[in-house]
């Protein structure tokens, strides 16, 4: 074999490898956009089997810094104590964030988490659950504790260390 026939064959396995690597990047960003999770529309009163009386209502703040056109989220968010004595925090009807990959939400020990920087800089922060999904109404558990020595609610991309949105307590 000559070396112009091997640097023709290195060519197209480089490439391919490239290829390979940046279709599978390309799925991963795209994916939660062709195949968005249903709408969830889980209610307090249902997992809790009764209405309660909710402990505070507060909002996902919009236009912060660390938010731009692919990462926001907007939505009421109010708590409630269930009877075991955790609490339920409730991402409303209204709630709606862009997509992605890998949404968590958490309790940060403080208020104004704007951007990545102030949500890394909360050593105190705590992961409550997977989002369940981008828009509608959905319910998470949290310990009292926790929840009482919490200043937010955030929403946080794992895979790519995004911030989403936070809503002050």
Request: proline share 4%; with cysteine.
């Amino acid at each position: 074999m000559n070396r112009t026939a091997i640097g023709f064959i290195a060519g197209i396995v480089i490439g391919a490898l490239v290829g390979v690597l940046a279709g599978a990047g390309a799925m991963l960003v795209a994916f939660p956009f062709l195949f968005p999770p249903p709408a969830v529309n889980e209610s307090v009163a249902d997992m809790a089997g009764r209405d309660v009386a909710a402990l505070l209502e507060t909002r996902f703040r919009e236009g912060t810094a660390g938010q731009d056109a692919a990462h926001w989220g907007r939505g009421g968010v109010r708590a409630y104590r269930s009877d075991d004595g955790d609490v339920l925090i409730e991402l409303q009807s209204d709630f709606e964030v862009g997509p992605g990959p890998n949404f968590w939400v958490y309790l940060n020990s403080r208020g104004g988490i704007d951007d990545e920087a102030d949500f890394e800089a909360d050593a105190g922060r705590q992961r409550i659950a997977r989002l369940k999904s981008f828009t509608g109404s959905q319910v998470y558990r949290a310990d009292a504790g926790a929840f009482g020595a919490a200043g937010a609610v955030t929403i946080w991309c794992e895979s790519f260390g995004q911030y989403i949105a936070s809503a002050d307590l």
